[in-house]
């Protein structure tokens, strides 16, 4: 039988309004396993203690203290503790965006009344195999992330853990709080400032491409003028830059543009017309278009509700 290819969905970092099913601190010895299986939601898993060995989709990974497992639904994995090892970890089960009660599932039926010591694997639940895929399209996670300040996770998680197991009334925004921050210092950790993995090979390229556009977007620019400034055919530099940053070349010129309109709109006198040629749009008609398809208002609507709320 042909198996259903599940839907999938992206969404940005403003769209990110994680629902928290399941917060777990857990304390192993080496009986501890995980069978082959595969999750229907996200799983953050941060090590504490120990030591575990990890297979993710076939790739073996050797994890201790202060990584972060990050395992996305569907992706099929398995890890055993090593003998005479221990393994102490906080463990949060999510989804991107709440998906409806649909959608929604029982952590007690489904991950928590499973033999994993003993069972050879789990099998798929063919009802959650169908629930849609939400990813993030703004940054490429990978598996294992070796965190740079442990702390500051454990704090987060050790919270995270508390409210959960607490019974107070709004946990669940306390939790969307925490898990927002948490996302956070990942971005940190897999990005450059402007929004660049660490983790590609041509990210200092793609860098070099960034500050060129920040040089020079009052020009009127085209794909082929920012890929010679890096030595890059259009195609390839596009293809490399959506790779690096989630984003296109064009994309991210408009953002840049439109974050210097809002400046201006905010702290000068110049007026609406004179912003638009001086972030590179000469066509006032288009450029008020391009804005309020960004922001939701027009550039006169922008600066009246900033203006009146600063004053």
């Given amino acids: 039988m042909e198996q259903k290819k599940e839907a999938r969905q992206g969404i940005g970092f403003r769209e990110l309004a994680p629902?928290?099913?399941?917060?777990?601190?857990?304390?192993?010895?080496?009986?501890?396993?995980?069978?082959?299986?595969?999750?229907?939601?996200?799983?953050?898993?941060?090590?504490?203690?120990?030591?575990?060995?990890?297979?993710?989709?076939?790739?073996?990974?050797?994890?201790?203290?202060?990584?972060?497992?990050?395992?996305?639904?569907?992706?099929?994995?398995?890890c055993a503790v090593p003998p005479s090892e221990t393994f102490?970890?906080?463990?949060?089960?999510?989804?991107?965006?709440?998906?409806?009660?649909?959608?929604?599932?029982?952590?007690?039926?489904?991950?928590?009344?499973?033999?994993?010591?003993?069972?050879?694997?789990?099998?798929?639940?063919?009802?959650?195999?169908?629930?849609?895929?939400?990813f993030l399209s703004d940054i490429d996670f990978p598996c294992v992330v070796q965190t740079s300040n442990p702390g500051a996770y454990e704090a987060l998680l050790r919270s995270m853990h508390a409210t959960f197991e607490g019974g107070e009334y709004g946990k669940e925004l306390r939790l969307r709080g925490d898990l927002l921050h948490l996302f956070a210092l990942l971005v940190l950790e897999l990005s450059t400032p402007a929004g660049i993995s660490i983790r590609h090979p041509q990210s200092e390229r793609i860098g070099q491409a960034v500050q060129w556009m920040r040089e020079h977007y009052r020009s009127q620019l085209q794909l082929g003028d920012i890929a010679a400034s890096v030595h890059l055919s259009p195609s390839r530099?596009?293809?490399?830059?959506?790779?690096?940053?989630?984003?296109?070349?064009?994309?991210?010129?408009v953002s840049l543009r439109m974050d210097k309109a809002k400046e201006l709109l905010l702290h000068s006198s110049l007026t609406v017309g004179q912003i638009a040629d001086e972030v590179g749009y000469p066509d006032l008609h288009y450029f008020s278009r391009l804005f309020k398809r960004c922001e939701g208002l027009s550039p006169m609507q922008y600066a009246q509700s900033l203006r009146s709320r600063f004053s």
């Fill in 88 to 134: 102490r970890y906080f463990a949060a089960h999510f989804d991107l965006i709440y998906m409806g009660d649909a959608y929604n599932f029982s952590v007690d039926d489904v991950y928590l009344s499973q033999d994993y010591e003993h069972s050879p694997f789990i099998p798929d639940d063919p009802e959650l195999t169908e629930r849609p895929v939400v």
């Fill in 237 to 253: 530099f596009r293809a490399l830059f959506k790779e690096a940053t989630g984003q296109s070349p064009m994309e991210m010129l």
């Fill in 19 to 78: 629902y928290v099913r399941l917060v777990q601190h857990i304390n192993g010895d080496d009986r501890y396993r995980l069978p082959p299986r595969i999750i229907y939601d996200y799983e953050f898993k941060f090590v504490l203690e120990g030591r575990c060995d990890y297979v993710i989709e076939g790739v073996h990974y050797a994890i201790g203290p202060g990584d972060m497992v990050i395992l996305q639904p569907m992706v099929r994995h398995s």
